[in-house]
Nanobody, 122 residues
Framework: QVQLVESGGGLVQAGGSLRLSCVVSGSSFSINAMGWYRQAPGKQRELVAV?????NTNYAASVKGRFTISRDNAAVFLQMNSLKSEDTAVYYC??????????????????WGQGTQVTVSS
């Protein structure tokens, strides 16, 4: 059983900073990529940032230069600076994982956190 637990959301004024954290718990899995998505009211969930094994990162154009994603073993972090009101959303942690329950058997799957609210007041 794999679980993603997020923390760090909250209310901040425009121009401020927040740091989101997400830890993957469980056993016998490998992580291929971890990322952050967000969903604002009435909008579709969108990719914010992703870090793949090897350390390459990718960011949405709207957050590039303001947000930084990093990973440490089974944890991923999102440092959000210069926050804007349009960054207000529920932020979800995402992990692409692989389990190998037996020799020669591989299962790839995606797991999501429960979401953490980020509210930026103008």
């Amino acid at each position: 059983q794999v679980q993603l637990v997020e923390s760090g959301g909250g209310l901040v004024q425009a121009g401020g900073s927040l740091r989101l954290s997400c830890v993957v718990s469980g056993s016998s899995f490998s992580i291929n990529a971890m990322g952050w998505y967000r969903q604002a009211p009435g909008k579709q969930r969108e990719l914010v940032a992703v870090v793949i094994s090897g350390g390459n990162t990718n960011y949405a154009a709207s957050v590039k230069g303001r947000f930084t994603i990093s990973r440490d073993n089974a944890a991923v972090f999102l440092q959000m600076n210069s926050l804007k009101s349009e960054d207000t959303a529920v932020y979800y942690c995402n992990a692409d994982l692989t389990v190998r329950p037996a020799p020669g058997i591989r299962t790839d799957f995606t797991s999501w956190g429960q979401g953490t609210q980020v509210t930026v007041s103008s």
